[in-house]
């Protein structure tokens, strides 16, 4: 049974070679359409010359030969037109038609070779049979080349997309606790004051720090430390419930969540969220000196017009370190 991540790869990969082959046909009809003319009228010249030094029989069937060619030009130099037609609908739409419309071709250029094999005098049979032999095996050889080819560099580059997104996604994303990390957060925080600077929505940061985790790391150890940071990114993810809210770790026990269109009041919502969130694992901390169980402190800040990302770090940090020194496991909103 294939896992769901593996599922999803399969069909970006379906989807990848999908769009690839679609840029190739659209390359190789353009020399598939060139060949065709010019082979139309290297046969319909070839008619004329034969027909003035009377190696052609005329009246053998129900067709006019020369009309035929001249018909089969006339519908080569429309396909560009059916062709643009067709790229403008979906798979299931332009692949069948594609393939109608090339049996339909195929059919005609039969029809074709079965006339001059029956009004040529000069052999017209054994030079189409040949013609037609001699083409098959190299179209077939070729396809069969060129197919494998194709595949392989396809599936090549979705492997290199596939790669570069992992890395994309690993550089903005913190290894322990799969949270966004601070270079990601500075990013869509900038996004944010620019959006709010033109459309004036509020913007509200919080920024966290987990009560004595120094404390906590030498009584219980490293390893639960690291669980414990993990436990408090589940808290704030829990309690940031909004699509547009992002949860990062700010860096080694900081945490910072950032509330885009929301004010003070959202801001100070979200903050008791995540405190009784927290609460209610009750992770137990005997170095804490405010409650036997895991806290945080939390400093609130609502972006102001025209204040940049720095000013607004420094403003929530000031909040913070307030939460901090009038007795942790609470919040303070900065001035």
Same mark, same amino acid.
């Given at each position: 049974?294939?896992?769901?991540?593996?599922?999803?790869?399969? $069909?970006?990969?379906?989807?990848?070679?999908?769009? /690839?082959? @679609?840029?190739?046909?659209?390359? #190789?009809?353009? @020399?598939?359409?060139?060949?065709?003319?010019?082979?139309?009228?290297?046969?319909?010249?070839?008619?004329?010359?034969?027909?003035?030094?009377?190696?052609?029989?005329? *009246?053998?069937?129900?067709?006019?030969?020369?009309?035929?060619?001249?018909?089969?030009?006339?519908?080569?130099?429309?396909?560009?037109?059916? @062709?643009?037609?067709?790229?403008?609908?979906?798979?299931?739409? @332009?692949?069948? $038609?594609?393939?109608?419309?090339?049996?339909?071709?195929?059919?005609?250029? /039969?029809?074709?070779?079965?006339?001059?094999?029956?009004?040529?005098?000069? +052999?017209?049979?054994?030079?189409?049979?040949?013609?037609?032999?001699?083409?098959?095996?190299?179209?077939?050889?070729?396809?069969?080349?060129? &197919? *494998?080819?194709?595949?392989?560099?396809?599936?090549?580059?979705?492997?290199?997309?596939?790669?570069?997104?992992?890395?994309?996604?690993?550089?903005?994303?913190?290894?322990?606790?799969?949270?966004?990390?601070?270079?990601?957060?500075?990013?869509?925080?900038?996004?944010?004051?620019?959006? +709010?600077?033109?459309? %004036?929505?509020?913007?509200?940061?919080?920024?966290?720090?987990?009560?004595?985790?120094?404390?906590? *790391?030498?009584?219980?150890?490293?390893?639960? +430390?690291?669980?414990?940071?993990?436990?408090?990114?589940?808290?704030?993810?829990?309690? =940031?419930?909004?699509? #547009?809210?992002?949860? =990062?770790?700010?860096?080694?026990?900081?945490?910072?969540?950032?509330?885009?269109?929301?004010?003070?009041? #959202?801001? %100070?919502?979200? /903050?008791?969220?995540?405190?009784?969130?927290?609460? /209610?694992?009750?992770?137990?901390?005997?170095?804490?000196?405010?409650?036997?169980?895991?806290?945080?402190?939390?400093?609130?800040?609502?972006?102001?017009?025209?204040?940049?990302?720095?000013?607004?770090?420094?403003?929530?940090?000031? =909040?913070?370190?307030?939460?901090?020194? %009038?007795?942790? &496991?609470?919040?303070?909103?900065?001035?």
């Amino acid at each position: 049974m294939l896992s769901a991540e593996q599922r999803r790869l399969s $069909s970006h990969l379906d989807q990848h070679l999908n769009e /690839a082959r @679609w840029r190739a046909l659209k390359a #190789g009809l353009r @020399w598939y359409w060139v060949i065709n003319l010019i082979a139309i009228l290297f046969l319909l010249t070839r008619f004329y010359i034969f027909r003035d030094a009377h190696l052609l029989l005329v *009246n053998v069937l129900p067709w006019s030969y020369e009309w035929q060619l001249i018909t089969m030009a006339c519908v080569c130099l429309l396909l560009p037109m059916g @062709w643009l037609w067709l790229s403008r609908q979906p798979h299931a739409v @332009w692949q069948p $038609s594609l393939w109608v419309c090339g049996l339909c071709w195929g059919m005609a250029w /039969a029809s074709v070779g079965y006339t001059i094999s029956i009004v040529d005098l000069k +052999g017209g049979f054994n030079l189409i049979f040949n013609m037609v032999s001699l083409l098959l095996i190299v179209l077939e050889t070729g396809r069969r080349m060129l &197919n *494998n080819w194709f595949e392989l560099a396809v599936s090549r580059e979705h492997e290199n997309l596939v790669l570069a997104r992992k890395l994309d996604a690993m550089a903005s994303r913190d290894p322990l606790t799969g949270l966004a990390n601070r270079r990601h957060f500075d990013q869509i925080c900038k996004s944010a004051i620019a959006q +709010g600077t033109t459309l %004036e929505t509020p913007l509200t940061v919080i920024l966290l720090d987990v009560d004595f985790f120094k404390r906590y *790391n030498d009584h219980y150890g490293h390893q639960a +430390g690291d669980e414990c940071l993990i436990l408090v990114a589940e808290c704030l993810e829990e309690s =940031a419930r909004e699509s #547009g809210d992002l949860v =990062a770790r700010y860096g080694g026990e900081e945490f910072v969540v950032l509330l885009q269109d929301t004010d003070l009041a #959202g801001g %100070e919502r979200v /903050a008791e969220r995540i405190r009784h969130t927290l609460a /209610a694992r009750a992770l137990p901390h005997e170095g804490s000196e405010v409650a036997p169980h895991l806290t945080l402190s939390q400093g609130i800040a609502q972006w102001r017009q025209g204040e940049s990302l720095v000013m607004l770090l420094e403003r929530v940090d000031g =909040a913070l370190y307030q939460a901090k020194g %009038e007795g942790r &496991n609470c919040y303070r909103l900065a001035a």
